[in-house]
Every structure is written in structure tokens, then in C-alpha cells.
């Protein structure tokens, strides 16, 4: 039976790697094998192939037979190529030196090839790269200046809603200012109708009483002014505290109906006096009429 230069499997599931060996045509795909001659890695890009030249050059040339993917890895290294020029050196096509520089130029050749290869494919990794950069960068740099427009646009919000709470104290100061002047005006009008009818409830009264009455009231009225400037106070206190105004006002005005009512009521004292003045007379009767009775005789 023929031999066969074939692949062994090696490696984990989908990381796969193979041997190249020589073994009999009947052994199993990862069973014994003649000799291994290399390894070959199509993960990589491209793909890695190790092989020992002289040994595989060798087992062709004694009649060993290559599976296609072998094949393929022995003309990509140039064993078959070699295999050619020594035959046609033997056969006197052309002498030995010519097939070994024959064999040399081509060597360089696929080397440049093979080194074109790869440095298209860095070349295109390193593109990629920069394209993936780029568009990341340009991704950050939109995500910055949306941040940025939403930092100033909160900003702007809390300037405008800072400068719209600033106004609202002074304008409730000034709305308590204008409440109290308001409250104040309205206490001081009263007050002062007050004591105009004040002033002019006595001069009528003066013309048409008696001096007695007159004398009671001259003694009475003072008292009205340290009412009257005991107002002031109020009013003082009212401008302190406008919330207590409308409670003094009823005090002022029950203090004013007072004051008229004593004025209005003590004038009727002096009639008073006038009809104790009669009393005297009856007690002279009864000391008389004691006077006239007999004497009682004392009891023994």
C-alpha cells in the first residue's frame, strides 16, 4: 500500500491546527503515523505553515502520494517545484547550478509576494483602526457638546429662575408698606372726627348749663387730651404691627364713647347735691318735734 503525506487534526473546538505527516494509507486520520514533516495554522491570516524541506522532498521522491490541502502547502513552499528542476536536471534538460538558481529566483519571488501580502493586510488593520478612532472621536465629541448644551441650558434656568425669586420679597415688602400706610390712614380718620365732635359737643353745652356744670366739666376735660395723646401711641403700635391695627381701632373708638358717656352723665351730679340740700330741714323737725315730748320718768 502506498504511502500518503496527509493532516492530523490538533487544537480545541474552533481553534483548530494540523501536523503534516507521512503515514500508511490504512492508519486513521489521528492514529499512528511514519514521520511528521510540519504543522500547518489556517487560523492566522495568512495562513502559517512550518515544514521541513529536505524531509518532505525526500518521501516525494520516494512515491509518497500528497492529499490535495498537502499538495497545495508543498507547491506553496516549493517542493514540487524542486522536485521538477532535479528531474529535468537528471534527464539532462539542464545542469544542476542552473536549477538551483532557478530554484533561488523563484524562492524571492514568493517571498516578495508573500511579504506584499502581509504588509496589505497591516496596512489595512491599521486603516480600519483609524477609521474606528475617528468615529469614536467624533462620537465623544458630539456626546460633548450635547452635555455642554444641557450644562448651559440648566444654567441659564437657574439664573433666570434665581433673578425671578429675587423681586418677590421686596415686592411683598412693599405691599406690607402700602397695607400699613392704608391702615394708618384709616385709624387716623376717626381719630380725628372724634375730636372735633368732641370739641364741639362742650361749647354747646357751656351756653345753655350752669356755672356748677361748668365748673364740673372744666374739671373733667383735661382728661380727654391724655386720652387723645395716648392715640398717637396706637398709632405708633399700629405701625409696627399692622397685623393688631383693627383691634386698637375698636379700642380708640370704645375709649371715645366712654368719655362721652361720662361727660354726658356727670352733669346730673350737682341736681343730686341740690335735693340732699333739702335733707337738713328734716332733721330740724325731728329735733323739735323730740324737743316738744314730755320727759319720761325714770323707773326706779
Not at 58 to 79: E, F, N
Not at 196 to 202: M, V, Y
Request: charged content about 45%; some cysteine.
Amino acid at each position: 500500500m502506498p504511502v500518503k503525506i496527509r493532516l492530523t487534526r490538533q487544537g480545541r473546538k474552533k481553534r483548530p491546527f494540523y501536523h503534516i505527516i507521512v503515514a500508511d494509507s490504512r492508519a486513521p486520520r489521528d492514529g499512528r503515523y511514519i514521520e511528521r514533516v510540519g504543522l500547518y495554522n489556517p487560523v492566522t491570516n495568512p495562513a502559517s505553515i512550518e515544514l521541513n524541506f529536505d524531509r518532505a522532498l525526500y518521501w516525494l521522491q520516494k512515491g509518497a502520494q500528497p492529499t490535495d490541502t498537502c499538495r497545495s502547502i508543498l507547491s506553496a513552499k516549493g517542493v514540487l517545484y524542486k522536485k521538477h528542476l532535479l528531474e529535468g536536471a537528471k534527464k539532462g534538460a539542464f545542469s544542476e547550478d542552473e536549477a538551483e538558481k532557478r530554484f533561488a529566483s523563484w524562492i524571492q519571488e514568493k517571498e516578495a509576494k508573500t511579504q506584499a501580502v502581509k504588509s496589505n493586510l497591516d496596512k489595512a488593520k491599521e486603516d480600519e483602526m483609524k477609521k474606528r478612532l475617528e468615529a469614536e472621536s467624533k462620537i465623544r465629541e458630539t456626546r460633548a457638546q450635547e452635555i455642554a448644551k444641557k450644562r448651559a441650558e440648566q444654567v441659564a434656568d437657574e439664573s433666570e429662575t434665581a433673578k425671578e425669586d429675587i423681586p418677590e420679597p421686596e415686592q411683598a415688602t412693599k405691599e406690607q408698606a402700602t397695607k400699613g400706610k392704608e391702615v394708618n390712614e384709616k385709624v387716623k380718620e376717626p381719630d380725628t372726627a372724634g375730636g372735633a365732635e368732641k370739641t364741639d359737643e362742650p361749647v354747646e353745652k357751656e351756653k345753655d348749663e350752669d356755672a356748677a356744670k361748668e365748673a364740673v366739666k372744666t374739671s373733667e376735660i383735661p382728661e380727654k387730651p391724655e386720652k387723645s395723646e395716648e392715640t398717637p401711641a396706637s398709632e405708633d403700635a399700629t405701625e409696627e404691627t399692622p397685623g393688631n391695627q383693627e383691634e386698637e381701632t375698636s379700642e380708640n373708638t370704645e375709649n371715645n364713647e366712654k368719655i362721652e358717656e361720662k361727660v354726658n352723665d356727670k352733669p346730673e351730679k350737682p341736681e343730686e347735691k341740690e335735693d340732699t340740700s333739702d335733707k337738713p330741714d328734716e332733721t330740724e323737725e325731728k329735733k323739735e318735734n323730740t324737743e316738744n315730748e314730755p320727759e319720761k320718768p325714770e323707773e326706779k
